[in-house]
């Protein structure tokens, strides 16, 4: 390249000083790629842009731009008058005096367009921070340069530009108009991090797929009556569990109920790229409604380890000794039904170590279905098997196993092509809240020191959810890759049922006390868009309800095959008889003083 003339330096000539108020890091290179193509062929560019260089080269080279070496000497004006029909090009050698009007189109355009380039930017690496995350409705954080004054412009300048100056797929939109839409895209129930990727094509990709709406495609009605079914069959379970089995432990999936359907809609996209098995790793919160709903596993098997009945035998992963475990470690493995017929196996691995210590072995477990067996039978199809695994918040951010096996993901001894990643985010780990638990904003950071893109979303919002686990699946599917989605929910009971969260976090459980399930909110939802009535929708519910009342009777009806234990009724020494009474006076006493309390101390009514 050369410059076009000494105006193209641009130098105050008083000062020295570069002025910069045309060109920077943000848009120079841009609008030089822009005036080459212009220069070749006019058509490509914009027509916007078209009337700024018919100008001539003078005025290009007057406003800083740098004419490609070698440049045809006729760059044809663009869009010729009436008068100018029928002259001759005018070369760049023979132009005339540059008129103080000239590069006027330039020096008020290029400003706009810098400012506007850098707001787009702004949204695409800070709009998570505005976007609606919390289902408790906690106000976002913002970020100061996603206000248009940040950057000296307004909404108004803004209108007066057309987008194609930036992106010709915008055509001549305002730029006012995309903003509007980018600001939709990337600050409603979803927020997406990606700009941290040093692969620019993912990073392109990510783009044409967000600020496209792809991935957010709407539910026909039917979907949305079989999406209200699913989350009364989640919502239903946990409900039953809790009036009949009070005070048992079940780790309630309630507050992140849409796990079950973003598992659904993974397994579908799974079968919809060509996967025929998924193996799935998970904690215990909601490994009952998983194992129900998503693996296929028979309500009476689930009831039966309430009852005390013996799960021997079943579909769950339990041999014939037993195990010792409890009901909330078992595994097993099943089939899903597709809605367009086929099927997809889907095993959910036992997780005896409760937490993420089951990640490496879910890795391990479809890395050697990919390749047929622990034989190596055929060449390794990572799209035949995908590996999934739900991580709690904090165990997300805390264990460390969990960044040895996201280090591993790309390693060629250890590669599965990619593993979708859902945290199950409750906002609190056991009884802390995230502020005293990390020191991170979000419990997914750790990912973005492995090069993997997240996507946050509000777990109350069921299409943005279905949305998220769409764009992981492709995303998945593209690059064979690993990425994250943060299901931002709450924990509606305690850590285990058993607990009282109020005293541990009392604002944030009076707030869930009146915050309705995500079942309510979408029944009402499509009660509004008349897609059911509210007749219909309780009839829902009512069926579900039902289902699992002739479950627990089934179960109830069984005979308990397990022996009684027999019973040892020949009397033993014990040795020397111990004195184990104590007087009632003593006792009451202890009763007394365990009772009281210090003066001015307020004791918590439960």
């Known amino acids: 390249f050369k410059r076009s003339s000494p105006g ?10 570069m ?64 008068a100018q029909a029928d002259s001759a ?125 792809v991935h957010t495609q709407p539910l026909d009605p039917e979907q949305k009556k079989s999406l209200l079914k699913r989350l009364s069959e989640v919502e239903g379970l946990e409900h039953f569990l809790h009036r009949a089995y009070l005070g048992q432990k079940r780790f309630s999936l309630e507050g992140n109920d849409m796990m079950v359907p973003m598992l659904d809609q993974a397994v579908e996209e799974a079968a919809r790229y060509g996967g025929r098995e998924v193996v799935i790793g998970m904690a215990h919160r909601g490994r009952l409604n998983v194992l129900a709903h998503v693996v296929g596993i028979g309500y009476e098997e689930i009831l039966k380890g309430f009852e005390g009945k013996p799960v021997t035998g079943t579909a769950l992963s339990v041999p014939k000794q037993g195990t010792g475990d409890v009901k909330y470690h078992h595994g097993a493995e099943g089939t899903f039904s597709l809605p367009g017929g086929g099927q997809v196996k889907v095993c959910l691995a036992p997780n005896p170590s409760h937490l993420e210590f089951v990640n490496p072995v879910v890795e391990g477990m479809a ?29 997300f951010a805390a264990e460390g196993i969990v960044a040895e096996t996201l280090n591993l993901a790309r390693l060629r001894g250890y590669t599965t092509g990619g593993t979708l990643h859902i945290i199950a985010n409750n906002q609190v780990g056991f009884t802390t809240d995230p502020v005293e638990s990390r020191s991170t904003r979000y419990s997914s950071d750790v990912a973005k020191g492995y090069d993997i893109p997240i996507i946050h979303v509000n777990a109350d919002d069921p299409e943005a959810c279905l949305a998220a686990t769409r764009l992981a699946m492709a995303f998945r599917a593209k690059f064979h890759d690993d990425i994250v989605i943060d299901l931002i929910g709450y924990r509606r009971h305690g850590h285990n049922e058993g607990d009282e969260p ?72 014990t040795g020397t008889p111990v004195q184990t009474w104590v007087l009632l006076d003593d006792l009451l006493r202890l009763n007394q003083a365990s009772l009281a309390r210090p003066e001015g101390f307020n004791t918590h009514p439960k």
């Open 502 to 573: 109020a005293y541990t976090q009392p604002q944030q459980y009076q707030a869930i006390a009146g915050h309705p399930t995500v079942r309510s909110i979408w029944a009402d939802r499509l009660k509004d868009q008349e897609v059911l009535t509210e007749a219909e929708a309780n009839s829902i519910r009512e069926e579900v309800a039902g289902s699992l009342r002739e479950a627990q009777d089934r179960v109830k009806a069984e005979e308990n095959s397990k022996e009684p234990p027999v019973l040892n009724t020949e009397e033993e020494s």
């Open 8 to 17: 193209a330096d641009r130098r105050d000539t008083e000062t020295g000083a």
């Open 89 to 213: 090009p005018v070369k760049a050698t023979e132009a005339e005096p540059l008129r103080p009007s000239a590069s006027d189109g330039i020096e008020k355009m290029l400003p706009v367009v810098a400012r506007a380039a850098a707001l787009i930017q702004a949204f695409r690496d800070h709009g998570h921070q505005l976007a609606r995350l919390d289902p408790l409705g906690s106000v976002p954080p913002g970020h100061p340069q996603l206000d248009p004054a940040f950057f000296g412009t307004t909404m108004e300048e803004l209108e007066e530009s057309p987008a194609s100056v930036i992106d010709p797929r915008w055509r001549d939109e305002p730029l006012a108009k995309v903003l509007k839409r980018l600001e939709t895209a990337y600050c409603s129930s979803i927020g997406y991090q990606f700009e941290h990727l040093e692969d620019p094509e993912r990073v392109r990709w990510l783009w044409e797929q967000v600020e496209t709406g």
């Open 19 to 82: 002025n910069d108020s045309l060109f920077d890091q943000q848009n120079a290179g841009y609008v030089q790629l822009l005036y080459e193509a212009y220069s070749r062929n006019p058509e490509s560019v914009p027509e916007a842009w078209q009337r700024i260089f018919s100008q001539g080269p003078a005025a290009a080279a007057e406003a800083g731009l740098l004419s490609p070496d070698p440049l045809s000497d006729e760059v044809p004006p663009l869009p010729p008058g009436p």
């Open 367 to 395: 890395r050697a279905r990919q390749f047929g067996g622990p034989e190596r039978e055929r060449p390794q199809a990572v799209a035949s098997v995908i590996p999934v695994l739900i991580h709690g918040d904090a165990a």
